[in-house]
């Protein structure tokens, strides 16, 4: 790594430095955050460590925005280590429900903490849009069946027993059918057969998008006061890896930046994705995605920092099922997100992790690459076109190779990343005017020399290569 350790030698804009004045955030026409005028890659920690020497040993190794909870102790603390803050408004920027209230609460934390110089971006409740349609889900299919067999266990009437049965039987039938407004009233109809009203019968799937609509409304609303009373900090709106891109769109008008968190790891097991794309290279894929539903806009993906089994009871035998990341697959996920769009990316899931296990350290080795890097990955992507080829070869290959171009000091850098699972030999074309000219991959040492306009590599599949210019 030895070109990087060249960048940090040579830049000072590879760390993040607060000021004595709240920080000044603006974005870029290219989607690059500026901060106090200088273009910025965000790399974030949701995780807000307790112990002092965890939280430097993130700062130390790069991160440069910690989640803060809406307190001065909390972003003091990471003013002390140069280290940006982002605050979730909660759903006081929601003023679709008690607005007068609501409006109070968010004026007062933009005055309480709007002028902080540890404050970058509000954010608004995570993963809203998918929650309209998820809490509805988690009732319906899951607690209200389980409360629904309690009580009709407990009953003494034989034949009301099989009848009520029957109904949950069909109301099943009806949700796997999507016939959701009638599975709901069935289910509804046994609460009243069992003598008692229905515990939730607003949270259903039925009107989960009448429900979204409205939220969605409401927290423009919340957004635009925001916006005209605190213009210097960006809002951003974190989704779940899942609805349509017309649904995200309407509630990204609420936002500056937008992403969404997938964790993916292992490929096929997490269930995470439900797009067709199940391996690490999710991250691009939907990165992608949330750029399509807010073009124009910055994305910034939240990425896995955790093992499905830190955080679930995972009783699969198979060691494989629930594991933590490995070093290749974190960078990979990192690079992929970058390499399709990513101008920021944030890490959610570490406090669910030992400060002494390999992930953590793996998390942070990673971190230090990209930070060395942050003059890279804050430039201008290089205006090409770079046409990218790669040689025939026995897979499908349904997704390849996707290659960044930026430009540094009037050179310019190639990210490269394989979404394929085999091994791809590549060809960067388009460089006519860089005949001769030395390329070295910056962890392995591999080289190339642009020959003919072109040069040719070899990359393992999902995995990434940073080509430096020498």
């Known amino acids: ?30 989607r690059m955050l500026v901060v106090d005028g200088e273009r910025t890659f965000i790399i974030g920690l949701y995780e807000n460590p307790a112990e002092d020497a965890v939280l430097d040993a993130a700062a130390k190794a790069g991160f440069n925005l910690v989640h803060a909870s809406a307190d001065a102790a909390a972003l003091d603390r990471l003013s002390a280590r140069n280290l940006w803050a982002w605050i979730n408004t909660g759903a006081s920027i929601d003023f679709s429900e008690n607005p007068s209230a609501r409006e109070e609460e968010l004026r007062r934390m933009m005055a309480e903490f709007g002028q902080h110089p540890a404050l970058l971006v509000w954010e608004v409740p995570d993963e809203a849009l998918w929650n309209c349609f998820y809490g509805a889900t988690m009732w319906r299919r899951s607690q209200e069946p389980a409360q629904l067999r309690t009580a009709i266990d407990a009953l003494s009437d034989a034949a009301l027993q099989t009848e009520l049965r029957e109904m949950m039987a069909s109301s099943s039938d009806l949700w796997n059918n999507g016939l959701y407004a009638q599975a709901e009233e069935t289910a509804n109809a ?85 797009l067709m794309e199940r391996t690490p290279a999710a991250a691009g894929a939907y990165t992608r995605r949330m750029q399509e539903a807010a073009p124009g806009k910055p994305v910034w993906m939240v990425l896995q920092g955790f093992g499905w089994r830190d955080i679930s ?82 897979g499908s290959v349904d997704r390849g190779i996707q290659v960044l171009p930026k430009t540094v000091s009037g050179k310019v850098w190639f990210l490269v990343v394989n979404d394929w699972t085999e091994p791809l030999t590549y060809t960067i074309a388009g460089l006519d005017d860089f005949n001769g000219a030395r390329y070295v991959e910056n962890y392995t040492e591999g080289e190339a020399i642009v020959k003919d306009g072109a040069l040719t590599l070899t990359i393992p599949g999902q995995r990434v290569h940073v080509l430096v210019p020498e």
């Open 313 to 394: 009871d995972d009783p699969s035998p198979d060691p494989n099922d629930g594991r933590r990341p490995t070093l290749e697959e974190t960078r990979f996920m990192a690079y992929d997100a970058i390499v399709h769009g990513a101008r920021g990316i944030l890490y959610w899931g570490s406090a669910y992790i030992e400060k002494d296990s390999q992930l953590w350290q793996d998390l942070l080795t990673v971190i230090a690459e990209l930070n060395a890097l942050q003059p890279v990955l804050s430039a201008p992507d290089a205006p090409g076109p770079f046409p990218t080829r790669f040689a025939e070869t026995y």
């Open 1 to 30: 790594m030895r070109c990087l350790e060249i960048i940090c030698l040579l830049t000072v804009c590879a760390l993040p430095v607060t000021a004595a004045h709240a920080a000044t955030a603006a974005i870029a026409p290219d």
């Open 190 to 274: 046994i609460w009243r057969k069992l003598g008692q009203e229905p515990p939730n019968p607003g949270l259903n799937l039925s009107n989960a998008p009448e429900r979204a609509a409205k939220m969605c409304a409401g927290m423009i609303q919340g957004y635009e006061l925001l916006k005209k009373a605190d213009p210097n900090h960006p809002v951003w709106m974190n989704h779940a890896p899942r609805n349509q891109v017309n649904q995200l769109a309407a509630f990204n008008r609420a936002a500056d930046i937008v992403g969404c968190d997938i964790y993916p790891v292992p490929a096929f097991k997490t269930g995470h994705s439900d």
